[in-house]
C-alpha cells in the first residue's frame, strides 16, 4: 500500500534540462571542456559535483577545483530558474491529483538545497511538501538509491510503501533499487532508453495523471 509520494525535480517538475545544459555549458565550456550538447544527457539525474566528476576524469582542466566549478555551475543554475524557469506541463494537475489522496508529499533532488530552494519559490509550490531533500549531504546520487531511502526515513515511511515520480534512467533505477512504486515521465531526448521499462507506470505528461492510476499502484 503506498503511503507517501515522492517527486523528483529537475526535468519533472521544472523544465530545468536546458538550464542545466546552459549552465554546464558556460562554465565547462570557459574551462576548455569541448563537448556536443548531446552529450550532456549522460549525467541527467547526477549531483553536480559528479557531473563535474565526469567530465574532469574526461578532459581535466587547471586553477579551479572541482568544488568550485560546481559551485559556478550552481550559481548559474539559480540565476537561470529565477530568470527565466517555467514548470513542466500538468504540475498543478499532478500534485492537486496526488493531494486528493491524502498522502503526504516529499522532493527528493539531486540538486542541492539551494536550487531546490530557487526552484520551488519560482514556481510557488514549496507549501505541498511535507519533506524536502536534496542528495547534497548523500554519499552517491542518483541512480544510488540513498537519497530516496533517506527521504522516506524523514516522513517515516517505508521505502517500499512510496511512490516516486521521474523523468530521468538514473532516477528510475534509483527509486526501484529503493524498492520503490515508481511513476515515470521520461524526458523526449532519452524516452527510448530501456532502463524506463522498469517503472510501474509510464506518461506522457504529467497531466496523464489521475486518481484511479494512483490507486491501482
Known amino acids: 500500500m503506498i503511503k507517501a509520494i515522492i517527486f523528483d525535480m529537475d526535468g519533472l517538475l521544472i523544465d530545468s534540462e536546458p538550464i542545466w545544459q546552459e549552465a554546464e555549458g558556460t562554465v ?24 563535474v566528476q565526469f567530465w574532469y576524469a574526461r578532459q581535466p582542466w587547471e586553477n579551479l577545483s572541482i568544488e568550485k566549478t560546481a559551485t559556478d555551475i550552481m550559481d548559474t543554475v539559480v540565476s537561470l530558474v529565477k530568470s527565466k524557469g517555467t514548470a513542466m506541463p500538468g504540475v498543478r494537475h499532478a500534485l492537486d491529483v496526488c493531494k486528493e489522496t491524502g498522502l503526504p508529499m516529499a522532493i527528493a533532488s539531486g540538486s542541492f538545497f539551494r536550487v531546490i530552494e530557487a526552484v520551488l519559490e519560482k514556481l510557488g509550490i514549496k507549501n505541498e511538501f511535507s519533506v524536502i531533500y536534496s542528495a547534497e549531504h548523500e554519499p ?78
Open 28 to 51: 565547462l565550456g570557459n574551462l576548455g571542456v569541448r563537448f556536443a550538447p548531446p552529450e550532456l544527457r549522460q549525467t541527467m539525474g547526477l549531483k553536480v559535483t559528479e557531473v
Open 140 to 217: 552517491y546520487g542518483k541512480p544510488h538509491p540513498g537519497v530516496y531511502i533517506t527521504a522516506a526515513n524523514k516522513l517515516d515511511v517505508a521505502p517500499e510503501c512510496c511512490l516516486a515520480f521521474e523523468d530521468s534512467p538514473n532516477g528510475v533505477l534509483s527509486a526501484k533499487a529503493a524498492r520503490m512504486k515508481c511513476v515515470t515521465v521520461p524526458d523526449v531526448h532519452v524516452k527510448s532508453d530501456k532502463r524506463f521499462l522498469i517503472a510501474d507506470l509510464r506518461l506522457a505528461s504529467l497531466d496523464e495523471l489521475t486518481i484511479e492510476q494512483l490507486s491501482s499502484l
